[in-house]
């Protein structure tokens, strides 16, 4: 398990404490631009608690994983946990260095906060929809 990372089943509390943990192992700038992503996918998604997965932190709904993200040296990324929400806004994600699963953010561009509601609340349709 990843320091710092919550046991599944863990309460939202620990989850919560555990994400924390994990956000004061960045660096300032890396832990600002995350802060402000963790807020975002939170106000987006009403009563999901914190957690992780894959060794990284995670929004979750129930048992399942809504959204994870992380931070690296040059971007911190958003993993929306499915195929379909990458389609849905691959026109959206055409500025961004976009992979399979996983969406970078530049460290010094401003996080589209609109565009991540937006991912956030269509990964919780399709999650409903399952």
Not at 59 to 67: P, T, Y
Request: aromatic content about 6%; hydrophobic content about 45%.
């Amino acid at each position: 398990m990843t320091p710092g990372a919550a046991p599944r089943g863990a309460s939202a509390g620990q989850g919560r404490r555990a994400v924390d943990a994990y956000m004061k192992t960045l660096t300032l700038e890396a832990r600002r631009r995350l802060e402000k992503l963790r807020a975002t996918i939170l106000a987006a998604a009403p009563g999901a608690v914190e957690g992780f997965s894959y060794g990284v932190p995670a929004i979750r709904v129930g048992d399942k994983a809504v959204v994870c993200y992380a931070a690296a040296k040059a971007h911190y990324s958003l993993f929306p946990m499915s195929g379909g929400v990458m389609k849905t806004f691959a026109s959206d994600l055409k500025p961004f260095d976009v992979s399979k699963g996983t969406i970078r953010f530049p460290m010094d561009k401003a996080l589209p906060v609109r565009l991540v509601r937006r991912i956030v609340k269509a990964r919780l349709i399709e999650l409903r929809g399952k």
